[in-house]
């Protein structure tokens, strides 16, 4: 067997420091400390075991800044998976999700897998933005939603979100690939039933 079977890109979008760095560390390498602001775009890469494959998924983590949008372009159109990222304690990166939004339509795939985040969690008191409004923004949107916290981590919230995000988006791209390998039944020659076969004969009895 190969070292991994499927390849997949997935891509970290977001305002700046809510947090996109420290979810992704937290996931790959299980760590959680001070973590400087991306410049343009960062990588990391993990494999994940799921359906008896051997999945190597590249996370793409952008700047969350217009400054480096054009940097990221290339990451968008080859991502198969998005996490989407808000801090909770700052109203403002919530209000921000919508161009987020379209900005990963319009650069990334139609089909594209969207998980929306909820981050640093544990600020109770700084808290800004309810649970409720995220999962509702998710609903009206088709995004999947969970809220976490890349600090605490707590009964792995971080790692649920990851690996949901990559399960679907490995289920998405394998039947798109069983859709265009299937190779369609062959064509048979039309039947034409004979006039004979289409009305009783008036001259016969039945019996």
């Not at 403002?92 to 981050?119: C, Q, V, Y």
């Amino acid at each position: 067997m190969a070292e991994t079977d499927i390849n997949l890109s997935v891509i970290l979008v977001g305002d700046s420091s809510v947090g996109k760095t420290s979810l992704l560390i937290r996931f790959v390498d299980n760590k959680f400390g001070d973590t400087q602001a991306t410049v343009g775009i960062d990588y990391m890469r993990k494999v994940v075991c799921f359906d008896d494959q051997k999945i190597l998924v590249r996370f793409w983590d952008t700047a969350g800044t217009e400054k480096y949008s054009a940097m990221a372009d290339s990451a968008f159109k080859n991502a198969a998976g998005a996490l989407l990222v808000y801090d909770v304690s700052k109203r403002e990166s919530f209000s921000n999700l919508r161009l987020w939004l379209l900005k990963i339509k319009e650069k990334s795939h139609p089909n594209i897998k969207i998980m929306l985040i909820g981050t640093k969690i544990d600020l109770i008191e700084q808290r800004e933005v309810s649970r409720e409004e995220g999962s509702r923004f998710a609903a009206e949107n088709g995004l999947f939603f969970t809220e976490c916290s890349a600090k605490i981590n707590e009964n792995g919230q971080v790692e649920d979100a990851f690996i949901t995000l990559v399960m679907e988006t490995y289920s998405d791209q394998k039947e798109a690939h069983l859709a265009r390998t299937m190779i369609p039944p062959p064509k048979l020659p039309a039947r034409v039933l004979a006039p004979s076969n289409l009305h009783a004969d008036s001259g016969s009895g039945c019996c």
